[in-house]
């Protein structure tokens, strides 16, 4: 059922649910989609994210020029005239996402995670000098992607870091925000009637022409939704975004997410997740993998604006080492 004669619900739909970069204050940022949920009922994840989310607006619902206004990105944009072109373009990306899955290894690559901070209290509070008023913080991991094909049907990517020399990292010390392990899985058709899409138009990015599609997550249709943390509360968290796919082979080039609604209950005023992909050679295996090249989320908590850079490099198979240790005899 269409909301209106601009919009399109399209059977291929978003695997979202662990898209996301999560940010906590003072505590473990963020969980897999998969092991938040793990601990709720299907029933009550559900009647959560329609008790949460039920009369959000989402900004797919606006004109065009209102919805520039929420998302600059889209200045450029050349509208699109009719949702005709929509199921097939969602097909075009899923085939070129869904393929790749199925052969995907464990990989392991190179992170750099820099957190971006304010000093003062608030937003509003005025900022004599930028060099004053912003702490740097910059950590380095070696960050693991493993593949869960357990449930037979939707599989799942799980992210770990360790330090750079495959000690397990202090839990002071792991990011803040996490959860881009399955990103590139924004349009794959593992996750139908999920989320509203629209299609916006065309765009030139870095020289180059793209698809614009925006998204909305239904609330209630949400199987394994992320999860926004804060000290002892967790809540779903879902999402609306605008996603840019390469005119030349519907790939994605960048994923924008922000918060389906704020959530005042933890805290959350706003969350955006911009996150820019590239083409990794798994030269062990003569694969080539579309994944995350960098992660930027910013995020306003209790009016503290907080933002936090990932960079990947080097993605390769990941072999986790064994030895295996005799009993003395006696």
Request: glycine residues 4%; contains cysteine.
């Amino acid at each position: 059922m269409l909301r209106d004669a601009n919009y399109v619900r399209p059977w291929l739909l978003l695997l979202l649910s662990l898209v996301l970069a999560i940010f906590l204050p003072g505590s473990i940022a963020a969980q897999t989609a998969a092991v938040a949920a793990s601990s709720n009922s299907a029933s009550v994840i559900k009647a959560e994210e329609i008790r949460l989310y039920a009369n959000a607006h989402p900004y797919l619902d606006d004109s065009l020029p209102d919805l520039r206004k929420s998302v600059p990105e889209l200045k450029q944009l050349i509208p699109a005239t009719s949702q005709s072109p929509l199921p097939d373009l969602l097909a075009r990306a899923a085939a070129q996402l869904d393929e790749p899955l199925s052969k995907c290894p464990n990989l392991v690559s190179e992170e750099v995670v820099t957190e971006t901070q304010p000093l003062l209290r608030t937003m509003q509070d005025p900022c004599p000098g930028m060099g004053a008023c912003i702490s740097n913080n910059s950590q380095q991991f070696n960050y693991i992607l493993l593949i869960d094909r357990g449930n037979g049907s939707r599989p799942l990517l799980k992210e770990y870091r360790t330090t750079l020399d495959g000690k397990t990292v202090p839990q002071s010390d792991i990011p803040h925000s996490q959860g881009f392990a399955s990103s590139w899985l924004i349009l794959s058709a593992f996750n139908e009637q999920e989320s509203h899409f629209r299609y916006l138009g065309e765009q030139k990015l870095d020289g180059h022409l793209t698809y614009v599609v925006g998204f909305s997550q239904i609330p209630g249709a949400i199987q394994n939704p992320g999860y926004l943390l804060r000290g002892e509360r967790s809540i779903p968290m879902l999402l609306q975004g605008i996603a840019w796919l390469s005119e030349a082979d519907y790939r994605i080039v960048r994923l924008r997410t922000d918060l389906l609604e704020p959530q005042t209950e933890v805290g959350y005023k706003k969350q955006t997740a911009t996150i820019e992909f590239q083409t990794a050679n798994i030269s062990a295996l003569h694969l080539k993998l579309w994944l995350p090249n960098s992660a930027t989320i910013e995020t306003v908590i209790d009016g503290q604006l907080r933002r936090e850079q990932h960079r990947y490099s080097k993605y390769r198979l990941y072999e986790a080492k064994s030895k295996i240790i005799l009993s003395p005899t006696k």
